[in-house]
């Protein structure tokens, strides 16, 4: 792939998207490298090397952003190129979310920005206040509520996912719509699957918040968008794609439906001081027609929970 893209930018020498394109291949190559060094293998030509491709992966691109400044892509890649708790990460995060909204092409790219404004600040936070605060906390990031920052990413993150529930328009990088239909099916179910990783986190990130009348409900939602959105991809029984996408659809699907699965309607009166037995009992029906739903789907724990699982042991 990277020989591919320097011959692409080679043609295109001025284009940012290409160049921030590489600059991720290149930081994932050394990110490769360098767990494999971490693994206990030899270490000291993967580590010169995978130094070498940071390095060149960060002058693509700043290259990006002198090519393109009033463009999102070098600042995105910066944002994923830069350490996980470092100040300049979230800075260049922020610059491409801000200008990812002021052109609705970068829909798909911006929900991807805005979903990380909202987890990546809560897991650094996580790991630096590890041993200091349970994880069983009220306060503890990952169960702690939105504050009013947050609450604005999400209702932006709202407004984002709504533009793409529904649609198969909207082509992120900037091309227009006059391409073959192949071209266009196969960028739709991209561009689906994506999306559908993207309600995934978002379903696993408010599974544990509180307050859990507000915060379940969002869950919930969110892992049935996930659902919905690979039913529309293709059905997890037949496969339509190569055996490798397929086999990562339908092992993401089933950790959706585990996950959604798991997660209960709140009580009544949780939300809004109303615990009369009528909606108690609304409530225990609804659940028992969910959950059984929800069980004839999922016959077993995908094996990605069962190693999480035992890995906290």
Known sequence: KE?????????????????????????????????????????????SESERLQK?????AERAIQTAPQKPFGYA????????????????????TSLSEKDDKH????????????????????????????????QHPSKRQLNSAEDSVYEK???????????????????????????KSITSGEQ??????????????????????VQVPRARQHLTNCLK???????PETPSSSSSSFSSHRSEFAMANFWLGTLQEPAAGTADGDSSQTNANNNSNNNEANNSS???????????YIVGLYSTF
């Open 3 to 47: 020989s591919q893209l320097r011959k692409r930018l080679e043609e295109k020498p001025k284009n940012a998207k290409l160049m921030s394109e590489l600059a991720l291949h290149l930081a994932q190559r050394s990110n490769e490298l360098a767990a494999a060094s971490k693994a206990g293998k030899p270490a000291s030509a993967e580590k």
């Open 56 to 60: 060149q992966a960060i002058i693509f």
């Open 77 to 96: 890649a910066l944002s994923n190129i830069y350490p996980a708790d470092s100040a300049e990460r979230m800075t260049m995060l922020q610059q491409a």
């Open 107 to 138: 829909t798909i790219a911006l929900i991807s920005l805005l979903v990380r404004q909202l987890l990546e600040p809560r897991e650094s936070e996580a790991r630096r206040v590890k041993g200091q605060i349970g994880k069983a906390s009220k």
């Open 157 to 183: 993150l709202k407004v984002a996912l709504t533009k793409t529930r529904g649609s198969d328009n909207g082509n992120d990088d900037g091309h227009n719509n006059n391409k073959n239909n192949s071209k």
């Open 192 to 213: 689906k699957h994506f999306l559908a990783q993207q309600e995934y986190k978002l379903g696993l990130f408010f599974r544990k918040k509180h307050p859990a009348s």
């Open 229 to 235: 959105q690979y039913s529309t991809i293709s059905s």
């Open 294 to 304: 929800n069980n004839n789907q999922v016959s077993r724990c995908p094996p990605e």
